[in-house]
């Protein structure tokens, strides 16, 4: 190796490209929370039609729960419409019969990883969004801090982040619809103006309302994946990850179209 490595070369280059990038994500169209599958399929969706997307994972690997499959056997079950999402981001999928498919859950998460982030998501992961912004009744964007800030339980004050639009992706936990239902002013639109909370599991049913349920749920908010059902009370799916594809892909059709509402980018 011809070259001296310079370990303060290696230091400000790695400090001024992520800087580079921060900087260039305070204003962004669409912001989401949460990395899992739905939030990847709707982040390179919106990627790839050139809105400015950024996804703030509170981990330090994307993808959720689907690496461990169920109980941690690394594979996944899709019915035909996830397959299909599946294949068109190139992931290998096979046939077991009666409209039942397979996947290695661990090619399925790199690739959608993959693909969103050469379609131009960027990622900020070890990111937690710990509060919205809002105007009015609206939510304008995002309030965040390091995770690891967060889990020693230090005061120190957040950096904040303006979108157009916030997509909720958190899974199970709704971290920012619950944030929205405790302090910003006004009621979710669910039947009771609060998240209703999952329920037990039921695939089938929960599969159908994954889909329905992505959608805004306070002005300027979208959920999508199991965060639309605990959102809005539907049941939890088990390790099928058909619906949470599909509704990462639902969720950025409603948001680019209100994007382009407004006049967006893309």
Same mark, same amino acid.
């Given at each position: 190796?011809?070259?001296?490595?310079?370990?303060?070369?290696?230091?400000?280059?790695?400090?001024?490209?992520?800087?580079?990038?921060?900087?260039?994500?305070?204003?962004?169209?669409?912001?989401?929370?949460?990395?899992?599958? =739905?939030?990847?399929? =709707?982040?390179?969706?919106?990627?790839?039609?050139?809105?400015?997307?950024?996804? @703030?994972?509170?981990?330090?690997? !994307?993808?959720?729960?689907?690496?461990?499959?169920?109980?941690?056997?690394?594979?996944?079950?899709?019915?035909?419409?996830?397959?299909?999402?599946?294949?068109? #981001?190139?992931? +290998?999928?096979? %046939?077991?019969?009666?409209?039942?498919?397979?996947?290695?859950?661990?090619?399925?998460?790199?690739?959608?990883?993959?693909?969103?982030? &050469?379609?131009?998501?960027?990622? #900020?992961?070890?990111?937690?969004?710990?509060?919205?912004?809002?105007?009015?009744?609206?939510?304008?964007?995002?309030?965040?801090?390091?995770?690891?800030?967060?889990?020693?339980?230090?005061?120190?004050?957040?950096? =904040?982040? +303006?979108?157009?639009?916030?997509? %909720?992706?958190?899974?199970?936990?709704?971290?920012?619809? &619950?944030?929205?239902?405790?302090?910003?002013?006004?009621?979710?639109?669910?039947?009771?103006?609060?998240?209703?909370?999952?329920?037990? !599991?039921?695939?089938?049913?929960?599969?159908?309302?994954?889909?329905?349920?992505? &959608?805004?749920?306070?002005?300027?908010?979208?959920?999508?994946?199991?965060?639309?059902?605990?959102?809005?009370?539907?049941?939890?799916?088990?390790?099928? @990850?058909?619906?949470?594809?599909?509704?990462?892909?639902?969720?950025?059709?409603?948001?680019?179209?209100? !994007?382009?509402?407004?006049?967006?980018?893309?």
């Amino acid at each position: 190796m011809s070259l001296e490595l310079d370990e303060r070369r290696i230091s400000a280059v790695i400090v001024r490209r992520f800087m580079d990038r921060l900087l260039d994500s305070m204003d962004l169209d669409v912001a989401i929370v949460g990395g899992g599958p =739905a939030g990847l399929v =709707a982040g390179h969706n919106l990627a790839r039609e050139g809105f400015k997307v950024a996804m @703030f994972e509170r981990k330090l690997s !994307l993808g959720g729960g689907m690496w461990g499959g169920g109980m941690m056997f690394n594979q996944i079950v899709v019915q035909e419409e996830g397959a299909q999402v599946l294949r068109e #981001f190139g992931v +290998r999928v096979l %046939d077991e019969g009666e409209g039942y498919y397979s996947a290695d859950s661990v090619e399925a998460v790199s690739t959608l990883i993959s693909s969103a982030t &050469r379609a131009g998501l960027r990622v #900020f992961n070890c990111v937690t969004a710990e509060d919205v912004t809002m105007r009015e009744d609206r939510v304008v964007g995002l309030v965040i801090t390091w995770t690891p800030v967060e889990m020693a339980g230090l005061h120190v004050d957040p950096l =904040a982040i +303006r979108s157009r639009f916030v997509i %909720d992706a958190t899974g199970h936990d709704i971290n920012v619809v &619950r944030v929205v239902e405790r302090k910003v002013p006004g009621k979710l639109m669910t039947p009771t103006g609060r998240a209703e909370g999952e329920k037990s !599991l039921w695939s089938h049913r929960a599969e159908e309302l994954t889909l329905e349920n992505t &959608r805004e749920v306070f002005p300027g908010l979208y959920v999508a994946g199991m965060s639309a059902n605990a959102t809005f009370g539907g049941p939890r799916m088990g390790p099928i @990850f058909g619906g949470m594809l599909l509704s990462g892909r639902k969720a950025a059709q409603l948001v680019s179209r209100a !994007l382009r509402g407004q006049g967006g980018r893309g």
